[in-house]
């Protein structure tokens, strides 16, 4: 499985990114997704997940009222809106799928090549 992530950048404190995973040509529908990140001297941590046909979602605390996970299966995309971006919010992030998580904070089964999310105070 192939995921590609794109949208990273550089962005002041306050700001908002929105970053986009493409997923498998026309089978996006069969996995959940999520989205992690691993910020410089960290351990990765999840950000946030979402059911195969969009109907439940999951965020970290960190991230809770600012950012919004959601996908468009019919263009086979994963999107994760950020607002409100601060300078802790600077990380890799990347997405992931599974057909069948056991848990929404992991294993995933494949995962992108992550984005640099940049936050500049």
């Known amino acids: 499985v192939q995921l590609q992530a794109s949208g990273g950048g550089l962005v002041q404190a306050g700001g908002s990114l929105r970053l986009s995973c493409a997923g498998p040509?026309?089978?996006?529908?069969?996995?959940?997704a999520g989205w992690f990140r691993q910020a410089p001297g960290k351990e990765r941590e999840f950000v946030a997940a979402i059911s195969r046909n969009g109907g439940f979602t999951i965020y970290a605390d960190a991230v809770k009222g600012r950012f919004t996970i959601s996908r468009d299966n019919a263009k086979n995309t994963l999107y994760l809106q950020m607002n409100s971006l601060q300078p802790e919010d600077t990380a890799v992030y990347y997405c992931?799928?599974?057909?069948?998580?056991?848990?929404?904070?992991?294993?995933?089964?494949?995962w992108g090549q992550g984005t640099l999310v940049t936050v500049s105070s």
């Open positions: 992931a799928v599974d057909r069948r998580v056991s848990s929404w904070y992991g294993p995933y089964g494949a």
């Open positions: 040509r026309g089978t996006l529908s069969l996995y959940d």
